[in-house]
């Protein structure tokens, strides 16, 4: 293989790389600009959230989902830990279960 198409190749992989980098950015960039059209700002959902597992948030997310977009908050409430989704656009909570496993918790130990 000559010179130029190994520098060829090589700049098809760089630009290839580049493009998928700027991708992943420019879509993180967009879920987290998302929740600018929420109705409901993320201390209220936190606040139903505590409020029905009574108990205290840990964690919320805004995420999309089935039923749209929703506030994903997890409250501890004694002993027990509970996902919580809260309506993004009415503040109601759409779902409650006791999370039994830290699905998190493998990522939180590789960062």
């Avoid at 600018?36 to 919320?60: D, Y």
């Avoid at 501890?76 to 998190?104: H, L, N, P, Y």
């Amino acid at each position: 293989m000559n010179r130029y198409s190994k520098l060829s190749i090589l700049a098809a992989a760089i630009a290839a790389a580049a493009t998928v980098a700027y991708a992943a950015q420019g879509s993180m960039e967009n879920d987290a600009m998302a929740i600018t059209k929420a109705k409901i700002p993320l201390a209220q959902a936190v606040t139903a959230a505590e409020q029905h597992a009574n108990g205290k948030a840990a964690r919320a997310e805004y995420e999309n989902s089935k039923q749209g977009w929703v506030y994903d908050v997890e409250v501890v409430s004694g002993a027990k830990v509970f996902d919580v989704k809260v309506d993004a656009d009415k503040g109601t909570v759409i779902s409650s279960a006791e999370d039994k496993a830290d699905r998190d918790d493998d990522h939180d130990k590789r960062d």
